[in-house]
DNA sequence: TGTAGTGTATCACTATACTAGTACACTTCG
DNA sequence: CGAAGTGTACTAGTATAGTGATACACTACA
């Protein structure tokens, strides 16, 4: 594993890490039990503070992608494997859908506000079956 | 055409002055050529700064959905019909999309990155079009 | 057992997003 | 033409996000 970053996208340096370490672990080039670079080795690598990498580490590790082990390591969890599987199905999933909206010819920004709006949609419809 | 706000939702206020203006023109609340409330009534009755107010007028100007007038007031353009016409379209066509990835069990955050991914990648693809 | 290597914790700095205060300029219409 | 009502422009304060400096604590292994 080893990070490329663009300091001068706007995207917040953490968020590229996480960003980075998702792909890998989607595509195959991290799996489950695979040790990540050293919090200070990347820091060092990328020239940057290592409480940076920290915040990375730490929300891949919420999001359940990775386990930090004090001492020894950050590592891929056992669970990665199947989530990527799924993810590149739902990957597929969206990938046609897009096709199928794009003809509307929307903005990118409007696309993401539809999305969003069908998001808040069905999450308002699934709380409501366990009401009645 | 009413505003309601809430204020510790933690999105903030002139974006939920935008999402509520361009909600009503997806549902025919507001038609073409129709008045917005006035910048200083809006601030007034909400009680807040009118330029928060301007900010979020001048974004909906900046996407082409309100007409600033200056000296007369804000208006709902002539394009903005066939526009949610279109978007209620691209609603329906996301929701069956949505329908489609449920079963795949992701998380909300997930499911915004599929989407963000694809997005990313069409891009890509309409880019290279004119290339080669 | 001790040392090198690892993650952890606390505090601080800086840029940016958001909101606010206030004065200005244009339009309308009696 | 002038007064009331409208959008505009400029300046500034405050909260938050992002990043950094540095010291601490745990683990592995020779």
């Given at each position: 594993?080893?990070?490329?970053?663009?300091?001068?996208?706007?995207?917040?340096?953490?968020?590229?890490?996480?960003?980075?370490?998702?792909?890998a672990v989607?595509?195959?080039?991290?799996?489950?039990?695979?040790?990540?670079?050293?919090?200070?080795?990347?820091?060092?690598?990328?020239?940057?503070n290592p409480?940076?990498?920290?915040?990375?580490?730490?929300?891949?590790?919420?999001?359940?992608?990775?386990?930090?082990?004090?001492?020894?390591?950050?590592f891929i969890?056992?669970?990665?494997?199947?989530?990527?599987?799924?993810?590149?199905?739902?990957?597929?999933?969206?990938?046609?859908?897009?096709?199928?909206?794009?003809?509307?010819?929307?903005?990118?920004?409007?696309?993401?506000?539809?999305?969003?709006?069908?998001?808040?949609?069905?999450?308002?419809?699934?709380?409501?079956?366990?009401?009645?």
């Amino acid at each position: 594993m080893i990070f490329r970053l663009n300091p001068s996208s706007g995207i917040p340096l953490y968020l590229q890490l996480i960003e980075q370490v998702k792909h890998a672990v989607e595509t195959g080039a991290l799996h489950e039990g695979d040790q990540l670079p050293t919090i200070r080795k990347v820091a060092v690598d990328l020239v940057m503070n290592p409480n940076t990498v920290v915040r990375a580490y730490r929300e891949l590790e919420h999001e359940g992608i990775v386990e930090l082990k004090h001492g020894s390591g950050a590592f891929i969890r056992e669970s990665a494997g199947g989530r990527a599987r799924v993810m590149r199905k739902a990957q597929a999933l969206m990938q046609s859908a897009l096709e199928r909206l794009a003809p509307l010819g929307l903005t990118e920004d409007e696309l993401r506000r539809v999305f969003e709006n069908e998001l808040a949609q069905s999450r308002a419809a699934r709380q409501l079956e366990g009401k009645p």
